[in-house]
């Protein structure tokens, strides 16, 4: 069980597996370089800045990521 107080779920992520799903969290309390969370679906987790995680969205929404998607 997690002891942090303020730990947001912020969205789940689900697919078409049995598994759990991936999480985001953001946890205000954290230091800075820490704030944003993913879990995985093993309950695996990593940790970043907002400004990492922005720089994520910023090429998702670009299309930097779409060649992701087409070797599915």
Do not use: H, Y
Not at 34 to 49: N, P
């Amino acid at each position: 069980m997690d002891n942090r107080p303020n730990l947001r779920q912020v969205r789940t992520f689900c697919g078409t597996t049995a598994r759990g799903c991936p999480t985001l969290w953001v946890d205000p309390d954290a230091v800075p370089s820490q704030r944003v969370e993913i879990t995985d679906d093993f309950g695996q987790r990593i940790q970043m800045s907002v400004a990492q995680f922005a720089n994520i969205v910023a090429d998702a929404k670009d299309g930097t990521l779409d060649g992701l998607l087409q070797s599915r």
